[in-house]
């Protein structure tokens, strides 16, 4: 079973508009989150995070929002811009006792910004 | 950029060979990890490292050891690979507080193909 989804395969925004990403998870014991943007023949770069003791976490252009009780964060990127077009993974983590064990990927959402 | 290379950056094997692909770090970090990205899949875990020696099993380890004899070096072998495992491969690191809020950075991945 899925742990982390990204219901929307793709989206298309405007250049200059918001871009809105979605990320549910279900996997009560997720304690950190983190999104990833993703070109073609690269590796992910990190984004942004957020803690489960925060609600809110913004750099710059981007800012992450995380709903605990309805196991839900989403990604707004405003304004959106050309080099933001990319492949957009949700990841999560979880404290397991005995170290960092890896991170639970989304499938992914391609963002398509439109000129 | 955090400091990863991983080799080569691509390969293309036959079924039945062994295949072995490297991550070097020069960050000093702690955690190292294996993952693997498939199309409608996001990335899953192969494998982690928590230091020189110490590995642990991910989501996807059958078919797949490693060794982590050096700090830097994490080595991620197939030790006879079958079409299934027809992937892009991607090292991370973590700087290994054992937390779950350690963020993650990947190298820029290994194509593989198996024919």
């Known amino acids: 079973d899925q742990q982390v989804k990204q219901n929307s395969p793709s989206l298309s925004v405007q250049e200059g508009r918001i871009s809105i990403l979605n990320c549910d998870y279900t996997?009560?014991?997720?304690?950190?989150f983190l999104w990833y943007k993703k070109y073609p023949a690269e590796g992910p770069t990190f984004l942004i995070s957020i803690s489960s003791i925060k609600d809110k976490n913004e750099d710059g252009r981007f800012t992450v929002f995380l709903n605990k009780s309805a196991k839900h964060l989403s990604l707004h990127i405003v304004p959106s811009q050309p080099g933001d077009s990319a492949v957009y993974f949700c990841?999560?983590?979880?404290?397991?006792?005995?170290?960092?064990?890896?991170?639970?990927f989304g499938k992914g959402t391609h963002l398509i910004i439109q000129p | 950029d955090a400091g990863i290379t991983q080799s080569p950056r691509h390969k293309v094997t036959e079924t039945g060979t062994p295949v072995t692909l490297r991550c070097h770090q020069t960050?000093?970090?702690?955690?190292m990890y294996w993952y693997r990205q498939d199309p409608g899949h996001g990335l899953r875990l192969i494998h982690y490292s928590y230091g020189v020696k110490d590995t642990d099993k991910g989501e996807v380890s059958d078919g797949y050891s490693v060794s982590r004899s050096k700090t830097e070096d994490f080595l991620l072998t197939l030790e006879s690979a079958t079409s299934s495992q027809t992937s892009v491969y991607f090292c991370?690191?973590?700087?290994?507080?054992?937390?779950?809020?350690?963020?993650?950075?990947f190298g820029p991945g290994t194509r593989l193909t198996v024919l």
């Open positions: 990841a999560a983590s979880a404290y397991s006792g005995g170290g960092a064990d890896g991170l639970t």
């Open positions: 996997n009560s014991m997720f304690d950190y």
């Open positions: 991370a690191i973590s700087a290994g507080t054992g937390l779950s809020t350690d963020t993650q950075y």
């Open positions: 960050e000093n970090h702690r955690y």
